[in-house]
């Protein structure tokens, strides 16, 4: 008995006893020692990079918040910037155009009566015109155009420089509505143009023999393009009608020119001709001569009816004119220079003398368009007394009016893509020379300088 306790009590002690230095390690606990210590350290370095990822996704989330805000405060002031400078949208359909020249000008060999004496004159002139034409679609425009020049002539925009400096006019010399109709109406669009107001003339001319380049008609005209395609050598035949109100008078019958001109274009190898059949009534004219009386601004030379107080009481003549124009042009002549050929005639069936026609023919070489373009042109002009009405004639020939022929010559260069320097001449003589008049031969130089834009 005694020994089996002491047994009980020695087997007791070996179990509670601590193992190698206390007690022996088995290899299976230090692997889970190891174990255990390796999942602390993941543990730990796991927390760590939460808290890593955590505080970049805070960073993160802030700065994307930044960027979008900023992006927004951009787009903010972008819009606000663009609303500041943005303009209407019929500004983007607008175009300004206009010219200036100067000019001097000499005057030699003068008609005069045979017991005045007179000298050579010089003198020098601007011109200035500016213009704003919307388009507020393909179908509809607005023009507007003003002018330098006295506004009591209707074919001269030209102003004296001199008067001690005084101040010069400017004149509303366009004005006009042009509709025409296309896709909205189911038409060809061009086949037809309508103009209404204040105008440039839109018949084809190839020189200012009957109407001046610078007389802008007042009423209504029209122009129809015929082809929608060429047809063989025929490239286009447009008809022009002109309906022009110069005098409106109240209970009595109005100042109206009715008219039209077939304008066709053709081309043969790599020749273009373009001509002009026309015709030109005017009813009531005895209104333009009555109107000299009052406007000393008007030019005249054609006969004149006058009542028993020497009152003038209208033209001997009655104006119904038929017209007839041609012009040629060939492509690189000379010096990779076109050469234009044309021709102009005019005859008043109404006339009250046999002064009823007029012709002009000429050649011009070159057609100044970029810098280092040039031209040079001839022409002789014929115009009868009783041919066309003085007051529209061209201004430049002689001293204006009708009852002149004679020769003009000229030269143009393109100093400047936007700058024309010219130099023309005109030398002229009276058909029939007035009662009581000389009939030198007179020289009208003009040297120009000329900016368009």
């Known amino acids: 008995m005694k020994q089996s306790f002491v047994f009980v009590v020695v087997l007791a002690a070996s179990l509670v006893r601590p193992s190698g230095r206390a007690a022996a390690e088995t290899p299976t606990e230090k692997r889970l020692r190891l174990l255990e210590e390796k ?5 730990e370095e796991i927390r760590e990079l939460k808290g890593q990822v955590q505080q970049q996704k805070a960073i993160g989330q802030a700065t994307q918040k930044q960027v979008e805000q900023t992006a927004e405060e951009a787009k903010t002031a972008a819009a606000e910037a663009k609303k500041g400078v943005e303009l209407p949208d019929w500004t983007k359909r607008t175009t300004i155009f206009g010219d200036v020249r100067t000019r001097h000008e000499g005057f030699y060999h003068q008609p005069h009566t045979k017991t005045q004496v007179v000298t050579a004159r010089n003198r020098e002139r601007l011109r200035a015109r500016l213009g704003v034409r919307v388009a507020f679609s393909d179908e509809v425009s607005a023009t507007i155009r003003g002018a330098s020049g006295d506004p009591n002539n209707p074919i001269s925009p030209n102003e ?3 008067g001690n400096f005084t101040r010069k006019h400017f004149n509303l010399d366009w004005a006009y509505l042009t509709f025409a109709p296309g896709a909205s109406f189911g038409i060809r669009p061009g ?4 103009t209404l107001g204040k105008f440039p003339n839109p018949i084809f001319r190839v020189g200012e023999m009957v109407f001046d380049e610078d007389l802008s ?3 209504a005209s029209e122009t129809f393009q015929l082809l929608d395609k060429p047809m063989g050598a025929l490239d286009q035949v447009k008809v022009h009608g002109l309906q022009w109100t110069f005098t409106e008078i109240s209970n009595k019958e109005d100042g109206w020119m009715f008219g039209g001109q077939v304008n066709p274009t053709l081309h043969f190898g790599n020749v273009q001709l373009e001509a002009g059949v026309g015709q030109f009534w005017w009813l009531n004219s005895d209104l333009i001569a009555q109107a000299l009386t009052t406007n000393k601004s008007l030019t005249n030379t ?3 009816d006058k009542d028993a107080k020497g009152t003038t009481t209208g033209y001997l003549s009655g104006f119904n004119q038929s017209s007839a124009t041609i012009a040629a042009t060939i492509p690189h002549v000379v010096l990779n220079q076109p050469l234009r050929l044309f021709g102009d005639y005019i005859y008043n069936w109404q006339a009250a003398t046999d002064d009823a026609h007029g012709w002009q023919a000429g050649v011009r070489l070159g057609q100044p368009k970029v810098r280092g373009d040039w031209s040079i042109y001839g022409l002789y002009e014929h115009i009868g007394q009783e041919a066309a009405i003085s007051a529209f004639t061209y201004s430049d020939f002689g001293s204006g ?6 020769p003009v010559v000229g030269a143009e260069y393109q ?3 936007p700058l024309t320097v010219s130099v023309r001449n005109h030398f002229t003589n009276f058909i029939n020379r007035p009662a009581g008049m000389t009939n030198p031969t007179l020289s009208r130089l003009q040297l120009d300088a000329l900016v368009k834009f």
């Open 191 to 194: 086949a037809a143009s309508i």
């Open 302 to 304: 054609n006969l004149l």
């Open 160 to 162: 004296d420089l001199g």
């Open 415 to 417: 100093l400047l893509n």
């Open 39 to 43: 999942l602390r350290q993941a543990e």
């Open 217 to 219: 008609p007042e009423g």
């Open 401 to 406: 009016g009708t009852n002149l022929e004679g």
